[in-house]
């Protein structure tokens, strides 16, 4: 007799196992235009969060289609499409499950490490020293294994998913590792590229033979009674479907960042902040899922993506946001030290009143901040390949203010002038002296940090939601693992649905990691289910 697990309201004693532990987010939103979540996230009575309710089975009365399939993907982003395109093409029969009417992805490059054009080209690598620098930024929370898989494996699927989209041309980035689509080398059509690369991606699954079911939100899975997951149930515009999964079912469904109920819970620093997301619809459904068949979820606080860039804000971006120029806040205080990681900064900008910096510096930014010059292990310098028109974009567009004098910029800024005045008058002063008595920057970035010589520019930053980089527990099979570090059977997770992989910190020094961990643990989830984790994937789709 199999059981199922759904989100109907169904009050178990799950409550005090799931408490304190950690969650994330799904790829699309329900036919309706509502997420799945809002249909009800009261919790209930004796329970601090709405999915410590276990939810009551959907009956197999209520069913109105039943389909069998080798593998079921939840989820149609990142992950799911490069899930789905391998698993298809490894000989399965594959349904996936997907909440919006189309693929859905945020991000434009990827991360793989001995790829095959990066070797080419004569780079090489050490992967047990990256490791060791990732591991210092997880604080120890990481799984080595997990993050492992990752380190050795991407390369082979970013050079599988590279033969399988020949339209679409990779650009190589300077990090070494990271590749990025775009055209006639315009980075403005990067995101709409990456996009069109998913899609693609999708057309060859769908080529392949796998069958898409669009507006069809995952709602609940199916286990026997031993507890491991035969399949999974989903909402369509008729009705409920049913997906027997015989091989697995993937749970490829993002992140938990447009919850509100699960940031205030995992990740509440980022409560209030302006979402990144063009489809607000990464509410932890696979997590809670997941969680409801007694999944393990990495416990909180949860990794973050809050950025700068990119920005929500109407007049766009500028370049330099990672760069230690002075920062103040709208009282015109200094307020922490500028040579922190790229994190840190967004960190400290989001305790500020409004969630509000700027950075300021004089006429000789080009100086300041030549191409090459600022280095940081984990940081964006935000570097810009043409920084004269640029530089004039930005200004054009108010993302750069420019004044005459330091109280003109206040002014124009609505920061306060005469503690402005006063701030930049001794940052001035230890810049002379290079030697930051107040916060610490290194001596090598205050000698040309000054801010002298007129025109005096300001640079607006607040932070964005990209993600939250939570989800549940897996071992290096991907495998979903149980509170006693067990597998479940059957449930697979990859991209933002899968855990044990981020800790404290999200290392920007692996520059597209969110995506190829992303690419790489969907392709490697579909081999896993399928019993081919160990075979090489590159005479896949040949």
């Known amino acids: 007799m199999e059981q199922s697990i759904s989100r109907r309201n169904f009050l178990t004693g799950a409550a005090a196992a799931v408490a304190g532990a950690a969650v994330t987010s799904v790829v699309g939103c329900a ?40 593998i079921c993907v939840v989820g149609f982003g990142s992950s799911g499409t490069t899930c789905a395109m391998a698993a298809a093409q490894s000989g399965a029969k594959v349904v996936v499950l997907q909440k919006l009417d189309q693929v859905i992805t945020n991000g434009w490059c990827v991360a793989a490490y001995n790829s095959q054009m990066f070797l080419d080209a004569g780079q090489t690598y050490d992967l047990a020293q990256i490791y060791n620098d990732f591991a210092n930024l997880s604080n120890g929370r990481d799984n080595p294994k997990v993050v492992q898989t990752f380190l050795r494996r991407s390369g082979e699927v970013i050079d599988y998913i590279i033969r399988q989209t020949p339209e679409f041309t990779p650009v190589m980035q300077e990090s070494g590792h990271t590749y990025g689509w775009y055209v006639n080398n315009d980075m403005a059509t990067r995101y709409e590229q990456f996009k069109k690369l998913l899609n693609a991606v999708a057309d060859k699954a769908v080529a392949a033979g796998a069958d898409i079911r669009y507006n069809t ?40 960042s447009d919850d509100k109920e699960m940031l205030e819970a995992y990740c509440p620093l980022m409560l209030g902040v302006q979402s990144m997301h063009g489809a607000p619809c990464n509410t932890g459904d696979g997590q809670k899922m997941g969680m409801w068949a007694g999944a393990s979820i990495d416990p909180a606080p949860h990794t973050m993506m809050m950025h700068f860039d990119p920005t929500w804000m109407p007049e766009g971006n500028a370049p330099y946001s990672g760069i230690p120029w002075l920062r103040v806040n709208l009282n015109g205080e200094r ?8 994190q840190s900064h967004v960190t400290q900008v989001r305790y500020q009143p409004e969630m509000t910096a700027f950075q300021i510096i004089d006429k000789n930014w ?14 964006h310098s935000r570097g810009t390949a043409d920084p004269v028109n640029d530089w004039k974009s930005a200004l054009d567009r108010g993302a750069i203010v420019e004044a005459g004098s330091i109280e003109e910029l206040a002014e124009k800024c609505g920061i306060d002038k005469e503690n402005l005045v006063a701030t930049v008058a001794r940052y001035n002063k230890m810049v002379d002296a290079g030697y930051d008595e107040d916060f610490g920057v290194d001596g090598t970035f205050m000698t040309y940090n000054g801010i002298k010589e007129a025109p005096f520019y300001a640079i607006k930053r607040m932070p964005g939601v990209l993600s939250t980089c939570g989800g549940l527990a897996v071992n290096e099979k991907l495998e979903v693992l149980d509170e006693s570090n067990e597998p479940l059977g059957g449930l697979y997770a990859a991209g933002n649905a899968s855990g044990s992989y981020y800790g404290d910190d999200y290392p920007l020094f692996i520059t597209g990691g969110s995506h190829g961990r992303a690419w790489t643990f969907g392709v490697l989830s579909a081999r896993s289910a399928l019993g081919k984790l160990d075979e090489p994937v590159d005479t896949l789709g040949a």
């Open 366 to 379: 080009d100086k300041h901040a030549p191409q090459g010059d600022y280095k940081h292990p984990n940081s």
């Open 217 to 256: 939100p995952a709602v609940q899975l199916v286990q026997d009674e031993t507890g491991r997951v035969t399949g999974v149930i989903g909402e369509g515009k008729e009705g409920y479907v049913k997906v027997n999964a015989s091989k697995g079912v993937i749970l490829c469904t993002g992140d938990t």
């Open 335 to 342: 307020f922490g030290n500028e040579n922190l990681g790229y």
């Open 31 to 70: 036919p309706n235009g509502k997420t799945s979540v809002e249909a009800d996230t009261s919790p209930a009575e004796g329970v601090r969060w709405s999915w410590e309710t276990k939810p009551a089975p959907i009956s197999d009365a209520d069913i109105v289609e039943t389909v069998d399939a080798d």
